[in-house]
């Protein structure tokens, strides 16, 4: 595989993992971060022997957001003719499955790059919260959207307007992750639960996954119908065809992802 200068990555049966690696910045996102993140998915996305990622960063910070430093002398008319941020979409075309692994901080951009991620667990020591506020800014890659739709307008507006932090507990209770587990244990948990989904009928897990995120854009009518689609379509599959005769056979079953 190929190696980065600020991601390392690792293949644990077909879990592909990314580590976010930039330890003397609390992970701070800056571009050619952004640029080996994106890389990394794209090539576990391509592989044939990959089901399901995990992107995680250290004990102490997943991220703490975009790099201030690097951004702090910025100016509008540079921003737009660049177009400053809008390369860090390149999560939302990864089509497998990715959980963000999330202990310590995941600020601002940090907390951004979780929430683009389909599903978030969280160790129990976790802080999340977009402080661009205090900055003189605000969120600028997907959290007032992200955020807003995961845990609601009053709670969004709560911690985009102030930019308190919340804790792994807090986030649970709110919808912006789906588990929390001791932190020590975060990462093993969390390839556990992505084994199990790469283990999974990858057609259909990619037809899941588009149907869960399509939900967030369509209205009610076009989503179920897409989902109808989509439903009818897994019977095209080997693996249909595997699973529900290892339902009828009182086998586990066997999928081959095709
Ligand atoms: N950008 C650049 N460098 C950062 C950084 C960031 N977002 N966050 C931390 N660092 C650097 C610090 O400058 C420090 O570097 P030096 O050792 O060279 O001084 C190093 O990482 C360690 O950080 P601290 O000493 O601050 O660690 P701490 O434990 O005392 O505090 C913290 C941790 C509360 C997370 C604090 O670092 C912090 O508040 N960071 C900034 C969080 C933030 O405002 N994020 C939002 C950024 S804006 C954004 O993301 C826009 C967007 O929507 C995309």
Known sequence: AKSYEFVKVEQRGRVGIVTLYRPKALNALCSPLMKDL?????AFDKDEGVGAMIVTGSEKAFAAGA?????????FVSNYKNNFLGDWTGINSIRKPIIAAVNG????GGCEVAMMCDTIYAGDTARFGQPEIKLGTIPGAGGSQRLTS???????MDLILTGDMITAQEALASGLVARVFPAKDLLEESIKRATVIAN????SVLMAK???NKSLELGLTEGLH????LFQATFGTKDQKEGMAAFTEKRA???KHE
């Open 226 to 229: 897409l989902e109808r689609r």
């Open 38 to 42: 994106n890389e990394a998915l794209q």
């Open 200 to 203: 999974m009928s990858l057609p």
């Open 253 to 255: 079953p066997n999928f």
């Open 105 to 108: 901080f995941a600020l601002g």
């Open 67 to 75: 790099d201030i430093k690097e951004m702090k002398d910025l100016e």
């Open 150 to 156: 995961l845990i609601g307008k009053a709670k969004a």
């Open 210 to 212: 588009e149907a869960i």
